[in-house]
T-cell receptor
Framework: EAQVTQNPRYLITVTGKKLTVTCSQN?????MSWYRQDPGLGLRQIYY???????DKGDVPEGYKVSRKEKRNFPLILESPSPNQTSLYFC????????????FGPGTRLTVT | AQSVTQPDIHITVSEGASLELRCNYS??????LFWYVQSPGQGLQLLLK??????LVQGIKGFEAEFKRSQSSFNLRKPSVHWSDAAEYFC???????????FGTGTSLTVIP
């Protein structure tokens, strides 16, 4: 089954404790992206990747890092999480460019206390 | 900068009534336009998309949308709403001059019996 998986689905952590949210897709997609969803703000793009070793900033990259060492994986790293990073995070992938259909993961709800 | 506006934060309709959700975008060239739906606790699912050609596009679940370049709009419509259509709806735009993707803030739809 074609899918995007994220782990963990729920995470509660404390300020400053490094964490990684994993994202994996099994569709051989080149484009992958991370979004955060906040009430009243919709989804905002954090980082995206056009292919292996190619990443770029979206609209809200501050406080986040990403890497793309393999085509299927695109982890999101919060090196020193802060409470303003409490949010619902979605990973997505698409065939090559973002204007093809993006397939979304189920989301990761992160709470930073 | 590109932007997407969904002026209606929340809409309530009766089951069987028609529906129109508004979306306006700001982009200099022809955008790639999308509507996504997010059911409670779920990820996002693509309803329909417009790239070029016929400005009236059909999507899944009986939805359609019309691209109006003169009004910079891409409104979503459904002739008869079902209770299962209650969800959050996001309009989004991709561009071919960059690789970013922009979402509107969403419209929450409530369907009353």
């Amino acid at each position: 089954e074609a899918q995007v998986t994220q782990n963990p689905r729920y995470l509660i952590t404390v300020t400053g404790k490094k964490l990684t949210v994993t994202c994996s897709q099994n569709m051989n997609h080149e484009y992958m992206s991370w979004y955060r969803q906040d009430p009243g703000l919709g989804l905002r793009q954090i980082y995206y990747s056009m292919n292996v070793e190619v990443t770029d900033k979206g609209d809200v990259p501050e406080g986040y890092k990403v890497s793309r060492k393999e085509k299927r994986n695109f982890p999101l790293i919060l090196e020193s999480p802060s409470p303003n990073q409490t949010s619902l995070y979605f990973c997505a992938s698409s065939r090559d460019l973002p204007f093809y259909e993006q397939y979304f993961g189920p989301g990761t709800r992160l709470t930073v206390t | 900068a590109q932007s997407v506006t969904q002026p209606d934060i929340h809409i309530t309709v009766s089951e069987g009534a028609s529906l129109e959700l508004r979306c306006n975008y700001s982009y200099g060239a022809t955008p790639y336009l999308f509507w996504y739906v997010q059911s409670p606790g779920q990820g996002l699912q693509l309803l329909l998309k417009y790239f070029s050609g016929d400005t009236l596009v059909q999507g899944i679940k009986g939805f359609e949308a019309e691209f109006k370049r003169s009004q910079s709009s891409f409104n979503l419509r459904k002739p008869s709403v079902h209770w299962s259509d209650a969800a959050e709806y996001f309009c989004a735009v991709g561009t071919n001059t960059g690789n970013q993707f922009y979402f509107g803030t969403g419209t929450s739809l409530t369907v009353i019996p």
